[in-house]
């Protein structure tokens, strides 16, 4: 019988995606839809990157590329963390992938081990507990509601771990929420995470330029924290790039090294 693998079967489709071409269809009727689904900015990319583009399309950059990433790209994210973020990473400690998307999961199936739990304060990005459930792992949702300004309290954070908490899961500036965590939220956060060994942090920072709440913050800037942090950012959002697929990763070296070897399987084919 034809029948998919329960991996498969665990994993529900995109409700993003599927929200997304529901409103196109809607659309293409002539109903007038707002679309909140795909974070799809409202401008262009900007033009000195199109031309870039179109000049290393000239000059036949068009042939398999690193696993990794260029190691110019790569610096360039390691000079771009250390510029916006005030954060030192070097160049082998930054991998590039096919979005933030892929980042994230790379991260997860890296990291997460059946039966391991993954922290998700809630409300959530629709694709963490799927990608969590993928790995085998179970999510753990906290939830931090509407009074609390939709973000999770150190104390949520603590009563959340257990000797199978794997990862925790923060996106900041948040979707959907568009909450944004203060250094002082994230210092507790921190804290706590601190005091538990084998407990690592995939901080989502997508929508660090899409802020409308004050500076941002990551929290792999507190102490001990840079080891227990991948950071994933990309260009989709802060340069309206969402259809190049150009994300990255931060992260210690043994987890790009895993990251890579999952890539290096998936996508990218040539080692230079
Ligand atoms: C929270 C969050 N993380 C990651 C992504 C993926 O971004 P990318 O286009 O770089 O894959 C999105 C896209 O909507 C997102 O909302």
Redesign the pocket.
Known sequence: MAQLSDRLNRLSPSA?LAMSQKSGEMKAQGIDVINLS??EPDFNTPDHIKDAAKKAVDENYSRYSPVPGYVDLRKAIVDKLQKENNLEYSVNEVLVS???????CNAVMALVNNGDEVIVPAPY?V?YPQMVKLAGGTPVYVNAGFDQNFKMTPQQLEAAITPKTKMLIL?SP??PTGSVYSRAELQGLADVIRKHDDLYVLA?E??EHINYVGKHESIAQFEGMKERCII?N????AYAM?GW???YMAAPEWIIKGCNKLQGQYTSVHAR
């Open positions: 993003t795909v974070g096919n979005g933030a998307k892929q980042c994230v990005w694709s996106c948040s979707n989502d997508i929508y994933v990309g260009v989709s959002k969402t697929r150009i994300g």
